[in-house]
C-alpha cells in the first residue's frame, strides 16, 4: 500500500502477524510422525505448534501436515493443515489427564496489547477447524510470565467439515507481558480433558492459572480411533472482533514465513543442488572442529544435535581420503548467528576435513524454541 505524502509516494509496510505459520505451510522436522501420546511433549510435524499433554493419557495420534483440496478451508485460500489423528483411543480419562495443541509467543510480540495496564485491550483469535466429533472445545490463553490464564469455548457444529471460529478473550489490566524474546503468552487448543480441569465453570475471566476451571465442558477427541481434529489459519488480533468484522487473514510470502519459523528452529541438510559437502573444519588436541553461519538469526543461542546415520567426516590421506562415520558431536558453542561444532577426535581425520550428510534424512539441527 501507498500513501502520497509532499509529492512522493510512500509504502507503507504491514505489521506481522503474530501467529507464526498460521496457515500451517512450514513443517521443518517432518509432514507426519505416528505414536505421538504420553511423553511426546514438543515439536513433531507444523512449526510452532506443539503437542503437549499431562498425566499420561493413554491416546495416541498420528500427527500430520495435511495438504488441503477441498473444503471452506480449502476454498478461502488454505492449502495445509495440522492433522491430529487417533490411533489409539481412551475413553476414559484420568482427573489429570489432559491433550493440547500449543502456539507460544514470545513477550515482544504482544506488546500492542498493552496488557497490564489501564489501557488494556481485548483479544481476538480467529481459526478454521474440522473434526469428527461434534460438541464443545476449550482453547485458552496463558500468560506464562505472570501464572493468570483464561479460557472460552467453541463449538463443533457439523461432524468432519471446516468451520470458522473467532473466539473473542477480555483485557486483563494485570500483570504485563514484558518485553523481550522469552515466552510470553500460551495459546492452548484441548483435545481432551480429565474431570479434575473440568471440576468448576470455565474461567472466563482472567485469573490464576492453577484452576481446576481450565477446560470445563471438553469434548474427548481421544475416544475413539475414527476421530480426527484439524486446525489451520490462525490469526491472533488486538481488539474484539466478531466473524463478520475480524480482518482477512494475512497470508505471507513462503520465504518469510520459513524465516521466521527458522527463528525457532532450523537445520542444515543435504544441499538440494546435489552436492553433499557442507561444512569444513580444523583439528584440536582433542577434537575436530567446524564453523557454521546460520542463514537465518535465532531467538536465543539454539541447543544443536545431530540426527541421522549417514553422516561422514573426511579428510585427505595419501592418495585417498581417511573417513569416520557418525562421528559422536561432543560439544560446541553457539551463539544466536552461528557457532562451532565439537567432535570427539578421529584419529585418522586431519586437518582440513570436509563433513558429508550422505542422505535426505541425516541432519544437524538447531532448536531455539520456546
Known amino acids: ?34 505414536g505421538i501420546t504420553a511423553g511426546s511433549n514438543g515439536y513433531h510435524t507444523v512449526d510452532r505448534f506443539r503437542f503437549n499433554e499431562g498425566a499420561d493419557p493413554g491416546a495416541a495420534f498420528t500427527m500430520s501436515q495435511e495438504t488441503l483440496s477441498s473444503g471452506n478451508a480449502y476454498v478461502n485460500g488454505f492449502n495445509y ?39 488494556a485491550e ?19 490463553m496463558q500468560d506464562q510470565a505472570n501464572d493468570r490464564a483464561v479460557s472460552a469455548t467453541y463449538t463443533i457444529n457439523t461432524t468432519n467439515t471446516w468451520e470458522h471460529k473467532v473466539v473473542n478473550f ?57 476421530n480426527n481434529w484439524h486446525l489451520t489459519g490462525v490469526q491472533l488480533e488486538i481488539g474484539e472482533y466478531d466473524s463478520t468484522t475480524i480482518p482477512p487473514f494475512q497470508h505471507e510470502s513462503n520465504e518469510t514465513n520459513l524465516d521466521r519459523c527458522k527463528r525457532y528452529f532450523q537445520r542444515i541438510s543435504r544441499p538440494t543442488h546435489g552436492g553433499n559437502t557442507v561444512l569444513a573444519g580444523v583439528n584440536s588436541a582433542v577434537n575436530n572442529l567446524a564453523m557454521v553461519n546460520l542463514p537465518v538469526e535465532m531467538r536465543a543461542a539454539p541447543s544443536v544435535s545431530q540426527t541421522g546415520s549417514s ?58 524454541e520456546l
Open 122 to 140: 481485548k483479544f481476538t483469535l480467529a481459526f478454521w477447524v474440522k473434526a469428527t466429533k461434534t460438541g464443545t472445545n476449550i482453547v485458552e
Open 1 to 34: 500500500m501507498a500513501i502520497i505524502s509532499g509529492g512522493k509516494a510512500l509504502r507503507m509496510q504491514a505489521k506481522m502477524p503474530v501467529i507464526v505459520n498460521g496457515d500451517m505451510a512450514i513443517s521443518q522436522r517432518s509432514t507426519s510422525e505416528t
Open 170 to 226: 477480555p483485557a486483563d489490566t494485570t500483570g504485563s507481558f514484558g518485553n523481550d524474546q522469552s515466552l510470553g503468552l500460551i495459546l492452548r487448543w484441548y483435545l481432551l480433558a480429565g474431570a479434575n480441569y473440568q471440576a468448576a465453570s470455565l474461567q472466563t475471566a482472567w485469573g490464576g492459572a492453577a484452576t481446576n476451571a481450565r477446560a470445563n465442558g471438553q469434548v474427548n477427541n481421544g475416544d475413539n480411533t475414527s
Open 311 to 368: 553422516i561422514t567426516l573426511y579428510s585427505p590421506d595419501g592418495g585417498s581420503n581417511a573417513s569416520a562415520s557418525n562421528p559422536t558431536l561432543s560439544a560446541g558453542t553457539f551463539g544466536t548467528n552461528g557457532g562451532r561444532f565439537l567432535w570427539s577426535r578421529t584419529g585418522n581425520i586431519y586437518a582440513g576435513f570436509w563433513v558429508d550428510l550422505d542422505n535426505a534424512n541425516s541432519f544437524y539441527n538447531f532448536d531455539a
Open 81 to 119: 493443515a495440522l492433522k491430529m489423528d487417533c490411533t489409539t483411543a481412551d475413553g476414559s480419562l484420568g482427573g489429570d489427564d489432559f491433550i493440547d495443541i500449543e502456539q507460544r509467543i514470545e513477550k515482544q510480540d504482544l506488546v500492542a496489547f498493552k496488557k497490564g495496564t489501564a489501557n
